[in-house]
Nanobody, 128 residues
């Protein structure tokens, strides 16, 4: 079992930046590939970014490529999402999630049902 707690959300103007953090506890953090997802009002949850167990592989949704960066610090049991050049369409609740199914230290997945552990979410609001 692993617990995930997101932080760092808030209100920012378009073009601004935020860094989200997701602190974990429980089993060994390096056992999990990690991902960020988001859900806007009235919309389905969507994939944002993912990082492998080792941190050596990443994947991004096309809508955030070049603006968002996912990273992890296995010594601190934390995954981060640096968000730059934010747009109003980035407004959503952002969730971090842990995937315990990856045997490879380099594999990542954008598939939500591969992630068995989820945080409670943090709100990001981007004003125009």
């Amino acid at each position: 079992q692993v617990q995930l707690v997101e932080s760092g959300g808030g209100l920012v103007q378009a073009g601004g930046s935020l860094m989200l953090s997701c602190a974990t506890s429980g089993r060994t953090f390096s056992s999990y590939a990690m991902g960020w997802f988001r859900q806007a009002p009235g919309k389905e949850r969507e994939f944002v970014a993912a990082i492998s167990r080792s941190g050596g592989s990443t994947d991004y949704a096309d809508s955030v490529k070049g603006r968002f960066t996912i990273s992890r610090d296995n010594a601190k049991n934390t995954v981060y999402l640096q968000m730059n050049n934010l747009k109003p369409e980035d407004t959503a609740v952002y969730y971090c999630a842990a995937d315990s199914t990856q045997l490879s230290t380099r594999a990542v997945t954008a598939t939500a049902n591969r992630y068995h552990y989820w945080g409670q979410g943090t709100q990001v609001t981007v004003s125009s």
